[in-house]
């Protein structure tokens, strides 16, 4: 059964600090991995969606990256602003799914504070 | 505008009651799904459906039943059965296949 592991937590920087969010998964035969955004009380909005084959993915300030055989993706955040504090998730679909993802697994997530 | 849409956003249920939540999508998705978001938990999977009048028992099925209509709609019950009912119920769709979920804003379920 694929679980999925954030760490931190939490975590707790200065405004202008680049960051970088770890994600990792013990199944490493996935087709993709989905990097989600929550706000408090909110739905998740979708940051990135990498798919296997390939290594990093930008949107923006944002930039993910995807390592099948290590089992891990990070999320690398850029000159961060308080805008930017939320609780960050990845997901990711079962090995054998086929290529389509009706069954993410969810991390806890990370929830980020960046401080003015 | 097109996205997903969950109503009410909070709703309160006394125990013994059945209530059904709502989410409509009009991004054309093939697929929905229902999750619950606990805190301290990751999301869980209740149920999906891939394609209208069809659908499947996620990781926490009990207690929960759904229909699917309409391609546009997938209403959520949560009966008398599920034990521990209060929680935050989000939404999602997705193109066939499932590639990318999106998300709607959620429903915040409070048993008195």
């Known amino acids: 059964k694929q679980e999925v592991t954030q760490i931190p937590a939490a975590l707790s920087v200065p405004e202008g600090e680049n960051l970088v969010l770890n994600c990792s998964f013990t199944?490493?035969?996935?087709?993709?991995l989905q990097w989600f955004r929550q706000d408090p009380g909110k739905g998740l909005t979708s940051l990135l969606l990498i798919q296997s084959s390939q290594r990093e993915q930008t949107s923006g300030r944002l930039n993910a990256s995807l390592d099948k055989s290590s089992g891990r993706s990070t999320l690398y955040i850029a000159a961060s602003q308080p805008g930017d504090s939320a609780t960050y998730l990845c997901?990711?679909?079962?090995?054998?799914?086929?290529?389509?993802?009706?069954?993410?697994?969810f991390g806890k997530g990370t929830l980020l504070t960046v401080n003015p | 505008d097109g996205g997903i849409t969950q109503s009410p956003k909070y709703l309160f249920r006394k125990e013994g009651q059945n209530v059904t939540l709502s989410c409509e999508q009009n991004?054309?998705?093939?697929?929905m799904y229902w999750y619950r978001q606990d805190p301290g938990q990751g999301l869980r999977l209740i149920y999906y459906s891939q394609i209208v009048n069809d659908f499947q028992k996620g990781d926490i099925a009990e207690g929960y039943s759904v229909s699917r209509e309409k391609k546009e709609s997938f209403p959520l019950t949560v009966t008398s059965a599920q034990k521990n009912p209060t929680a935050f119920y989000l939404c999602a769709s997705s193109k066939r296949g499932g590639n990318e979920q999106f998300f709607g804003p959620g429903t915040r379920l409070t048993v008195l």
């Open positions: 991004l054309n998705h093939d697929a």
């Open positions: 997901a990711v679909p079962p090995s054998d799914s086929g290529g389509s993802n009706y069954k993410l697994t």
């Open positions: 199944d490493s035969a996935i087709y993709n």
